[in-house]
């Protein structure tokens, strides 16, 4: 029988949670890396054993770790060997070197700081890992600062996509409250070259040339609180989804709207409809049915938390515009969780599994697209990612 692994990442380690295609009795594995932040992990498409972890730590810097055992055992590609407890800070395992000019020795270029000055670019951690579709050895990294990182030998040695930073725009990128990050990496199943990525606070961008040369895709997007709103660059991207099946169409959730592409990002347009508020961090198309997408509002950008005390996650069948809650089994009091961005995913089983995590430690699942929805696991330290591997 078909099975699912889900994959979380949480403030204090990582957990994987096995169930077969029923999805009803869940596993507990965990916690893998117990009080490192783990901010991603994902599996290969084409090995699902081989699965990539981003495991960070502000005293111990930045380690990648790879399983070829669908998470049973771990290792640092590159060999290198874990901290000890209570040892001094060492960041060896940063392997992230910005690319720098050949004529100068010096950054490629900077980026607009909070005050408006111009800032070298700082490496500070990995948000987002997203393996080949065609390649176990082939991982692409998102980091902050805000690059693109591509290795093609398992995770030891890594290479930065610098055309993406060198972009004219990059001395116009400035970090959103939460830093400045490379949170979303799509790969277009139907197009090898192309790929799709958003940063925040910089917007979404795409290369067509397998990532020598990248173009913002942010037209269309409105944000108040840049001097240009319809500005080419410096909108807050959330996040960016997309059903594989149909790859020119893009889901997009802002900071403030939720948004739609069907020119692969060449122009948007907002379909928030009647959600209660259209801020939020994540956003997800089921597997199977390219029209229907899934969003957690929050109450604002100051308050993240779920409006009313009340979990609830939207569902429009129509593509956006059209929104009905979804709450069985979900909380429906005194609920003050959020729901970040790289915390949703879905299974490919029928009926497609819909799962996400929240800052209280809870994992919901969905065995039914969302018609109703019961905790998987309680009590976690606060969840960072969520990611879903099917399994045969």
């Keep these: 029988m078909s099975g699912v692994r889900v994959l979380v990442g949480t403030r204090k380690g990582a957990f994987i949670l096995t169930a077969d295609g029923k999805r009803e009795k869940w596993d507990v594995s965990g916690p893998h890396f117990a009080g490192w932040e783990m901010y991603h992990l994902k599996g290969s498409p084409v090995d699902p054993n081989c699965i990539y972890a981003s495991q960070t730590s502000g005293w111990y810097g930045q380690m990648i770790q790879r399983s070829d055992d669908g998470g049973k055992t771990w290792r640092t590609p590159g060999g290198e060997k874990m901290p000890e407890p209570g040892a001094p800070p060492t960041g060896i395992a940063n392997k992230f070197s910005y690319d720098t000019s050949p004529e100068t020795g010096k950054p490629l270029t900077t980026h607009q700081f909070y005050d408006g000055t111009q800032h070298p670019w700082q490496f500070k951690r990995v948000w987002h890992l997203e393996p080949s579709l065609t390649d176990p050895d082939v991982v692409y990294a998102g980091i902050e600062d805000a690059a693109i990182f591509r ?44 790929i799709v990525i958003a940063i925040s606070a910089a917007g979404a961008f795409r290369t067509d040339d397998g990532g020598e040369t990248w ?57 928030s409809g009647n959600l209660p508020t259209d801020f939020g961090f994540v956003i997800d198309v089921h597997a199977h049915e390219p029209e229907t997408i899934y969003v957690v509002p929050i109450k604002s950008d100051s308050e993240h938390f779920v409006p009313e005390g009340k979990l609830r996650v939207y569902r429009s069948k129509a593509g956006g515009n059209e929104w009905e809650a979804l709450t069985k089994g979900l909380p429906q009091s005194n609920c003050y969780v959020n729901v970040l961005r790289d915390a949703m995913a879905v299974d490919s089983l029928d009926k497609c599994g819909v799962y996400f995590g ?16 019961n905790a998987i696991v309680h009590d976690l ?12």
């Design 151 to 194: 290795s093609t030998d398992g995770a030891k040695s890594w290479h930065e996509l610098a055309g993406l930073r060198g972009h004219g725009t990059g001395p116009k990128w400035q970090p959103g409250a939460g830093g400045m990050c490379l949170h979303t990496i799509i790969l277009d199943p139907s197009n090898p070259k192309r």
């Design 381 to 392: 330290p606060a969840v960072l990612s969520v990611e879903v591997q099917t399994l045969k």
């Design 215 to 271: 173009k913002p895709i942010n037209k269309g997007l409105h944000s108040q609180y840049i001097p240009d709103p319809n500005a080419e660059v410096g909108h807050c991207v959330h996040h960016v989804a997309m059903n594989p099946k149909r790859p020119n169409t893009l889901f997009m959730q802002k900071h403030w709207d939720v948004m739609r592409s069907d020119d692969a990002g060449d122009s948007w347009k907002e379909v």
């Design 358 to 373: 929240t800052s209280g430690g809870q994992v919901y699942a969905s065995n039914d697209a969302g018609n109703s929805w």
